[in-house]
């Protein structure tokens, strides 16, 4: 299993209307943690777990992205797959 690049990259904009690039687990988990806003659902949680478990290389890369948009969807943050 690979812990590399996402094979597409996924654009989320942010509160103050910048955008910040995610193409991999280690990206989506820092935005996860350090600036998030504090709407934490289901999704934002099973994100924050998928990434850690690829980082430890027990899931491929894909499934971080899929929980990834999943999270960013939750808290409504718009975002360009």
């Not at 899929?66 to 797959?81: M, Q, Y």
Request: aromatic content about 8%.
């Amino acid at each position: 299993m690979s812990a590399g690049p996402w094979n597409e990259c996924v654009v989320v904009r942010s509160a103050d209307g910048g955008l910040a690039f995610v193409s991999t687990a280690e990206d989506a988990l820092s935005l996860l943690q350090e600036a998030w806003p504090q709407r934490r659902g289901p999704a934002y949680y099973a994100a924050v777990a998928a990434c850690k478990e690829v980082l430890s290389g027990h899931l491929p890369a894909y499934v971080a992205r899929i929980t990834f948009l999943d999270a960013s969807r939750e808290a409504g943050i718009a975002v360009a797959p």
